[in-house]
């Protein structure tokens, strides 16, 4: 009970709190509006028939993961510029448990990113917002969000270790875009690619979305989005116990 | 007539290597030529997918917009890391000509955006199905260096911006992606609406990018030449303005003493 309301609570005050930070209200909405804009304007001009609610479901997991990344990745070093990591890991709560919220809250920020493409996409671009499976969708929407969190708990906690993470956060934006076949069919890309975005829970939250949304049986892959949840989870326990074990012992914590 | 020089080149260097102090190789590589890389493939893979242009069309573009980066980035890490380490104040408080001294802080910075753009040129020749002469690239390299001061220039207005705004960075992002989407980097322009069209001829970037996709079609220099000469027309309005701009937040910054407000 007590680790729930500390996830409640923390989850709550991160998400308060980054609603309130100018890049991140950049990141969630905006850049995906542009994204999303350049997306529109592309299948607009090109030849293939299809529905720009793909389009739009695409971009808005652009910004989640967008969000997610700089927000998680970045979790660590805002703690340490603030000269609060420290006090974060001395704390009685285990590392986890203050640091997942604040990956959930990241995540769920991502969520202004789906609300602000679609409402863009119906308003200038009539992209239609009929959901053939409302449940599907409503269900697919937290979990792939958890997913999304948990995967960025494992960045939180690899990213401990480097001074410059934000440059990793920079470099992993438009890869994972692509791979997880956020904007394109991933059957276009090369099949190594394939085993690979197997791995990335987006992958699966766009196809539950998509299939929700559009299409299709949404569940098998709301499961394999919450299989992964669970699999990032113990990952990220792991990671984060090495890593802060190592930052104490090289005595990195506070390095800015 | 040698202070001004000795402020633009030798505070210029000081200043870009104090920018590689923020921005470390290890920061440097993944962002400034890792990242380019993964754009690229992204914008040509949707270009494939949604079967619009080819990939030529989305190589020259990325990496073209990819000389913008340096330059809008870098001026708004300048003034913006001189006020995160509080030392913005004593920089204006030099009697220091501004103009080599925000100019020479420019300069690098378009050499950084020239190489960043030629290193996506390779990326997308390796890559993708893109190919280039020998004979294309001299033109080439002057519409990428042309572009790479008026996005500089642009960048000069960020970092003015930033004398004034809390979140120069804020500013910066947007002016990237807004360069995105306005200047047909990825969309053909006549497939925009005609006021973003209107826009797109006001900004940096749009002419260099019509006159780099010429020459990797086969045009010579001097037939984009019209192009070329107005993305640098574009540039110096861009510089001219961002000069007007830090006299004018100078006097203002001074008035409100808000230089060293983070």
């Keep these: 009970m007590k680790t729930l309301r500390l996830i409640w609570v923390g989850w709550k005050f991160h998400v308060k709190s980054l609603t309130l930070s100018g890049f991140f209200i950049l990141t969630s909405v905006l850049q995906p509006i542009i994204f999303a804009s350049v997306a529109y304007f592309m299948f607009r001009a090109g030849a293939r028939e299809g529905t720009l609610l793909y389009v739009a479901l695409g971009a808005g ?49 991502g969520l202004y990113s789906l609300t602000a493409t679609l409402v863009w996409g119906r308003l200038f671009f009539s992209v239609p917002l009929e959901v053939a499976h409302p449940v599907a969708f409503i269900v697919a929407l937290p979990v792939t969000v958890v997913g999304l969190g948990l995967l960025g708990l494992i960045l939180a906690s690899t990213f401990i270790m480097y001074r410059n993470a934000n440059a990793l956060s920079n470099l992993l934006e438009y890869p994972v875009w692509l791979v997880t076949g956020l904007l394109v069919s991933l059957s276009l890309l090369p099949f190594w690619v394939g085993p690979i975005s197997w791995l990335l829970a987006p992958t699966w939250g766009i196809n539950a979305l998509r299939d929700a949304a559009i299409a299709g049986n949404a569940w098998p892959e709301i499961a394999m989005c919450l299989l992964l949840s669970a699999v990032y989870l113990v990952i990220g326990y792991f990671a984060l116990q090495h890593f802060e074990r190592l930052a104490r012992e090289r005595a990195t914590l506070t390095l800015t | 007539m040698r202070e001004n020089l000795r402020v633009f080149f030798i505070g210029g260097y000081l200043s870009y290597r104090a920018l590689f102090n923020w921005m470390h ?44 980066m340096a330059g809008i980035y870098g001026m708004a890490m300048t003034v913006g890391g001189e006020r995160w380490t509080q030392t913005l104040s004593p920089l204006l408080a030099t009697p220091a000509n501004r103009l080599p001294l925000f100019l020479g802080r420019a300069l690098p910075l378009i050499a950084n955006g020239i190489i960043t753009s030629a290193f996506a040129f390779f990326v997308g020749w390796l890559l993708l199905d893109f190919e280039l002469t020998w004979s294309e690239i001299p033109a080439l390299a002057v519409v990428v260096a042309v572009s790479a001061f008026s996005c500089t220039s642009l960048g000069l207005v960020v970092g ?91 006097l203002e910054g001074r008035r409100r003493a808000s230089f060293e407000t983070i």
């Design chain 2, 160 to 250: 003015a911006l930033g004398l004034r705004m809390r979140d120069v960075f804020f500013l910066a992002n947007f002016v990237v992606y807004a360069l995105l989407l306005f200047c047909g980097v990825n969309i053909p322009l006549d497939t925009l609406p005609g006021w973003m069209q209107e826009v797109a001829n006001r900004l940096p970037l749009t002419h260099g990018i019509e006159a780099a996709r010429g020459i990797a079609g086969g045009s010579s220099l001097s037939d984009v030449s019209g192009l070329v000469w107005t993305e640098l027309g574009i540039g110096a309005a861009y510089a001219t303005a961002a000069f007007v701009l830090f006299k004018l937040f100078e």
């Design chain 2, 25 to 68: 190789w290890s920061y440097y590589i993944p962002t400034m030529l890792g990242a380019p890389i993964f754009q690229i493939l992204f914008f040509a893979y949707i270009g494939r997918y949604a079967q619009v242009e080819s990939d030529e069309f989305f190589v020259v573009g990325n990496a073209v917009q990819l000389s913008a």
């Design chain 1, 61 to 109: 997991m652009m910004g989640i993961w967008s969000s997610t990344l700089f927000g998680s990745g970045g979790a660590i070093q805002w703690q340490r510029w603030q000269g609060t990591l420290e006090y974060c890991i001395a704390v009685p709560p285990p590392f986890l448990l203050v640091i997942l919220p604040l990956t959930l809250a990241t995540a769920t920020i």
